[in-house]
């Protein structure tokens, strides 16, 4: 364990007073340190080991203790105003990262080079991977974690999970297209190479049915390297029978294989979206 992990572990120990621990000037500034990690992508919220997901619970106690010990304050740029306590990302020039106007990410949050951002939000803790596009009105829930070479379609909305500290966050796997309007939140999980076809709803409820066997495969967790879209399945209730949300694989891919419709991304950047 880190001296600052250990830091962070003891302030969130006495989140109600860090003042019994240290100056709250002193704890602000330990604070800080952290999601500076968080923000050049020193350090993530969480990350895959063997196919588990390691949550490293003290990086989000640092962001909920940020919310804390940070007053709010105004901010203006031409007609508009905010009020917030976290200002937004910057240096993007130096990160190779591409930023279109109306675009917006949270300090705190990691944007890997060749990273491609239309009108879009990041927040706090998210981790963004390298050539990753985030589409017009796509939104990165606080600590989601996405991979490399994913086209985030538009109107994405991976979902945030801050609390509690050892919740585990949105995963999405390298090489994935996640189609328009998709929502990805609260308990979900997708694979790496997988498409998602526009307007799933993938949640940890939500039950995985592969077409091939009718057999659920799990709730929440697209594997690897399939085409998978939303459907229903039969549910009998009292007042009859009705069709409840599930995301079906439709079809298995080879390791490495793209399928044909998930090929936007590569067509935007030979076209010159490049950054
Ligand atoms: C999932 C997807 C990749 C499938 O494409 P495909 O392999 O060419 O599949 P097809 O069009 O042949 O459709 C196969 C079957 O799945 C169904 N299907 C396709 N997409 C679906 C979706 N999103 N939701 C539900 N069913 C879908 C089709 O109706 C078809 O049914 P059928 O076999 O009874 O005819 C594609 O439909 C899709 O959703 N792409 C995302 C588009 C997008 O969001 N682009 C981003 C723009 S910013």
Redesign the pocket.
């Known amino acids: 364990m880190s001296d600052l992990e250990a830091e962070i572990t003891e302030l969130w120990d006495n989140r109600d007073d860090v003042t019994a621990v240290m100056p709250e000037a002193e704890a602000s500034a330990l604070v800080r340190a952290a999601i500076d990690l968080l923000d050049t992508g020193q350090a993530r919220v969480a990350e895959v080991v063997d196919g588990e997901i390691i949550v490293h619970e003290w990086l989000k106690q640092a962001i909920l203790l940020l919310f804390r010990l940070t007053n709010m304050s105004v901010t203006e740029t031409g007609p508009f105003e905010f009020r917030d306590k976290i200002p937004l990302k910057r240096h993007y020039e130096a990160s190779g990262v591409r930023v279109v106007p109306g675009a917006q990410a949270r300090w705190g949050s990691y944007l890997a080079p060749g990273v491609v951002m239309m009108p879009s939000y990041v927040n706090i803790g998210a981790y963004v991977g390298a050539d990753t596009m985030v ?2 009105w796509a939104t990165v829930g606080s600590c989601a974690q996405i991979g490399a070479r994913v ?1 985030l ?2 109107g994405v909305g991976i979902g945030g999970v801050l609390e509690p500290p050892n919740a585990v966050p949105i995963v999405v796997g390298d090489d994935t ?1 996640i ?3 998709c929502i990805v939140a609260a308990g979900a999980r997708v694979g790496t190479g997988v ?6 709803v993938l949640t940890g409820s939500i039950p995985v049915i592969d077409a091939e066997t009718g057999e659920e495969i799990s709730r929440g967790h697209v594997p690897d390297w399939c ?5 229903t399945r039969p549910r009998t209730f009292p007042g009859g029978d009705f069709g409840l949300a599930c995301v079906l694989i ?2 298995r891919l080879t390791e490495g294989e793209r ?4 090929k ?1 991304n590569e067509i935007l950047r030979e076209r010159g979206v490049s950054t």
Do not use: P, Q
């Open positions: 589409d017009t086209h379609s538009g297209m189609g328009s309007r498409v998602l076809g526009a307007g799933c085409v998978a879209v939303a459907a439709v079809k399928h044909d419709k998930s936007l």
